[in-house]
């Protein structure tokens, strides 16, 4: 299993396969030692220490390249130590333009850690690249971008903000979590690095945290590898384990939420207890015509929505809920509903995360694989049975 021109179905299922050559199993063997035999004359050939390369995590990186169209990958303990390990690249002065309604963990990063190094940030809307190309500064490095965003699905215009961002030779990352590399491949639109959180889709069944970045230049590969040993940051062979045995699924679970999610969404649309409905696929999403440009196989498994009426409609609902778990994480194959206001986004000060837009009416729903009849019956129950208020709201 070599050839990269099979089909992205056909590359998830053979992640791991390549042969033993001693013992010819057909899964990867977890290679949980920590240190490997040297011999002279080569003592710096092949692997030496597991925090520096391990031959499961080598493999489990290699794969995910190929699936993400690009040239090498690397693996890190955590998507936010991803993020954390791509920013040891810059130094004091340096300034990064990251995209307005990120992730929360994101959000605390650069505007609680990042910034006490030092290191300039701004947060951008990058819903015009015009707009956005007057934000650049002579000291900006890294544009942080995704796509969509989290938790209102916002959808930038990709091409033309890496377009101007390589005019001004910023680093452009991508974190491409939402729409997995089943849905979007950045790398194919110029990005330079493309980031997941694989604790979410890639990984799929909610029992791996892990963070990989994928990118074709060698430069960056090489700048990037040199952190990942001496910041070490790195996942355990067990877990690059469980992660390629997710992946084989990837092509069939992305296609389940793609199908279930568009669904939902129509359902969601039509109840009289939901305000208003966000997903890039319903005809009613602002950027609804640039998602049919961007995802040619589907516009992913999360919604946002909004529940009618004060807080307590929205926690009712919560309550009310039976099948979905209320559960911050996302991804999984099992759908769980997320209140950002009050997990994931509860690092954001509250007038910040206001004026974002994350009200407290605001609901994140992940929507699993499920069939989709049980999905759809437990949201209407909850939504039927939020109690009619006779004050006016
Ligand atoms: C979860 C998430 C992260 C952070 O990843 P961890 O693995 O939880 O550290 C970053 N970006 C997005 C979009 C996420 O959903």
Same mark, same amino acid.
């Given at each position: 299993m070599k050839s990269t021109s099979y089909n992205f179905d056909t590359l998830a299922v053979h992640i *791991?396969?390549?042969?033993? !050559?001693?013992?010819?199993?057909?899964v990867i063997p977890i290679t949980l030692s920590t240190t490997f035999e040297k011999k002279y004359?080569?003592?710096?050939?092949?692997?030496?220490y597991a925090r520096t390369n391990n031959p499961t995590r080598q493999k489990l990186e290699k794969s995910v390249a190929d699936l993400e169209k690009g040239k090498w990958g690397l693996a890190f303990s955590s998507g936010s130590a991803t993020l954390s390990t791509i920013c040891q690249l810059f130094e004091t002065g340096d300034h990064i333009l990251v995209? *307005?309604?990120? +992730?929360g963990g994101t959000h605390r990063y650069f505007s609680q850690v990042l910034v006490k190094s030092g290191i300039q940030f701004n947060f951008s809307d990058m819903m015009h690249a015009e707009t956005f190309e007057k934000e650049?500064?002579?000291?900006t490095k890294m544009v942080w971008i995704e796509i969509?965003?989290?938790?209102?699905l916002k959808i930038c215009p990709l091409t033309e903000i890496i377009e101007v961002s390589k005019k001004h030779q910023l680093l452009v990352v991508v974190d491409n979590t939402f729409m997995s590399p089943y849905n979007l491949n950045p790398l194919t639109l110029g990005a330079d690095i493309v980031v997941h959180s !694989?604790?979410? +889709?890639?990984?799929?069944?909610?029992?791996v945290v892990m963070g990989l970045a994928i990118g074709n230049d060698l430069g960056i590969y090489e700048r990037l590898k040199f952190l990942q040993n001496a910041s070490g940051m790195t996942p355990s062979p067990f877990d690059c384990y469980l992660l390629m045995r997710g992946i084989k699924t990837l092509s069939i679970r992305i296609k389940a939420h793609n199908e279930n999610a568009i669904r939902v969404a129509e359902f969601l649309e039509k109840h %009289?207890?939901?305000e208003r409905v966000i997903y890039?696929?319903?005809? @009613?999403? %602002?950027q609804h015509s640039r998602a049919i440009q961007l995802f040619e196989k589907g516009y992913g498994g999360i919604i946002s929505f909004f529940i009618r009426g004060d807080l307590s409609k929205t926690i009712e609902f919560f309550q009310n809920l039976s099948l979905i778990v209320l559960a911050? @994480?996302?991804?999984?194959?099992e759908s769980l509903c997320n209140h950002p206001a009050f997990?994931?986004? @509860?690092?954001? %000060?509250q007038d910040i995360r206001l004026k974002m837009g994350?009200? *407290?009416?605001l609901v994140r729903l992940s929507v699993g694989i499920e069939h989709i009849d049980d999905i759809i019956n437990d949201l209407k129950q909850a939504l039927d049975r939020i109690s009619t208020q006779t004050s006016a709201q």
């Open positions: *791991d396969q390549e042969h033993n !050559a001693e013992k010819g199993a057909v004359p080569n003592i710096h050939e092949g692997f030496e995209i *307005d309604d990120v +992730y650049i500064r002579p000291s969509p965003t989290n938790p209102l !694989a604790t979410k +889709y890639l990984n799929g069944h909610s029992d %009289p207890n939901v890039p696929g319903l005809p @009613s999403h %602002p911050s @994480s996302l991804g999984g194959v997990l994931t986004h @509860s690092a954001v %000060p994350i009200t *407290d009416n």
